[in-house]
Nanobody, 122 residues
Framework: QVQLVEFGGGLVQAGGSLRLSCEAS????????VGWFRQAPGKERELVLA????????YVGESVKDRFSISRDNAKNTVNLQMNSLKPEDTAVYYC???????????????WGQGTQVTVSS
């Protein structure tokens, strides 16, 4: 079992930045790929960014390309999502998830955090 907790959500103006953190406990975190997903009201959950267990490979959602980045520190059991040039359409609940393989499909991830709200005002 892996427990995940997200930190860092909040309200920001368009063009601003936020940094989300995902902290893990339980089973060896470094064995898992980690993804950040988001879900806006009335929309399906979508991939933001995902990173392999080693950090060597990432998946990037097209809507955040060149604006968001992901990093992980296995020694600290954390994965960070740096979000720059935020837009109102980035408003959503952001979730951290862990799975055995790196995959853009949220169904491939077994463990999920509770989510953190990000709101971008225009």
């Amino acid at each position: 079992q892996v427990q995940l907790v997200e930190f860092g959500g909040g309200l920001v103006q368009a063009g601003g930045s936020l940094r989300l953190s995902c902290e893990a406990s339980g089973r060896t975190f470094s064995n898992y790929a980690v993804g950040w997903f988001r879900q806006a009201p009335g929309k399906e959950r979508e991939l933001v960014l995902a990173i392999s267990w080693s950090g060597s490979t990432t998946y990037v959602g097209e809507s955040v390309k060149d604006r968001f980045s992901i990093s992980r520190d296995n020694a600290k059991n954390t994965v960070n999502l740096q979000m720059n040039s935020l837009k109102p359409e980035d408003t959503a609940v952001y979730y951290c998830a862990a799975g055995s393989t790196l995959d853009p499909n949220p169904r491939q991830y077994s463990y999920w955090g509770q989510g953190t709200q990000v709101t971008v005002s225009s």
